[in-house]
């Protein structure tokens, strides 16, 4: 499985756009790129999945560039309610069921 | 209700005592998996189900058994718990493949004295 990296923390503030990025030099072919977010006392909760360019959901929008060793998970004006751990996620469909959670980014909203 | 549920919510053992915790899907999702979070950081995965009565083992399977007889039900015992098993557990379903989406229950938070 690709390893990925994210910052460990982040904050902003009420109705900016944040953006996190992670790497995943060694993505392979078959890969795709999946976001988890979860909040305090709960367990994660599914956000995002894409291969290439562009995805968008009513909750975010995931931006993976032509080499893909790279996304970016991108929220729009966010709200404190958005206060959470971001998962990045990297693997094939057929790799064997195994999501392996990272440490995620911590980010804190701020009013 | 709809959806995927685990109990108890909240546990207290001792060491060396069994403990179970039950996980219940109402989808009929072929997948089911548990995982293990400890404080301030990510989740583990300790075991997977493909189907009932098939099931295998993830990152950190040692001191726990699960099994599967009915599809909505995937049970997690620790046959002998010890401290270091203290841990928020998490139970989570998904249709098709553990890459698709997974969904996640409340948790069970686990104490071993």
């Known amino acids: 499985l690709a390893k990925t990296t994210q910052p460990i923390s982040m904050d902003s503030y009420e109705g900016q756009e944040v953006n996190i990025t992670c790497s995943h030099n060694?993505?392979?072919?078959?890969?795709?790129i999946t976001w988890y977010q979860q909040f305090p006392s709960q367990g994660p909760r599914f956000i995002i999945q894409g291969y290439k360019t562009k995805v968008t959901n009513e909750v975010a929008s995931l931006f993976i560039p032509a080499d893909r060793k790279s996304s970016t998970l991108s929220l729009p004006r966010v709200s404190l309610s958005d206060t959470a751990v971001y998962y990045c996620l990297v693997g094939a469909h057929n790799a064997g069921n195994m999501l392996t959670f990272g440490g995620g980014t911590r980010l804190m909203v701020k009013p | 209700d709809a959806g995927i549920t685990q109990s108890p919510r909240y546990k207290i053992t001792e060491t060396g005592r069994q403990v179970t915790l039950m996980c219940h899907q109402t989808w009929s999702h072929s997948y089911m998996f548990w995982y293990r979070q400890d404080l301030g950081h990510g989740l583990r995965l300790i075991y997977y189900?493909?189907?009932?009565?098939?099931?295998d083992k993830g990152e950190v399977p040692d001191g726990y058994v699960v099994s599967r007889s009915k599809t909505e039900n995937f049970p997690l015992t620790l046959e002998s718990a010890t401290r270091s098993q203290t841990s928020v557990y998490f139970c989570?379903?998904?249709?098709?493949?553990?890459?698709?989406?997974?969904?996640f229950g409340p948790g069970t938070r686990l104490t071993v004295l």
């Open positions: 189900s493909a189907a009932a009565d098939i099931t």
């Open positions: 060694n993505i392979a072919t078959n890969d795709y």
């Open positions: 989570a379903s998904s249709d098709t493949s553990g890459w698709d989406e997974q969904f």
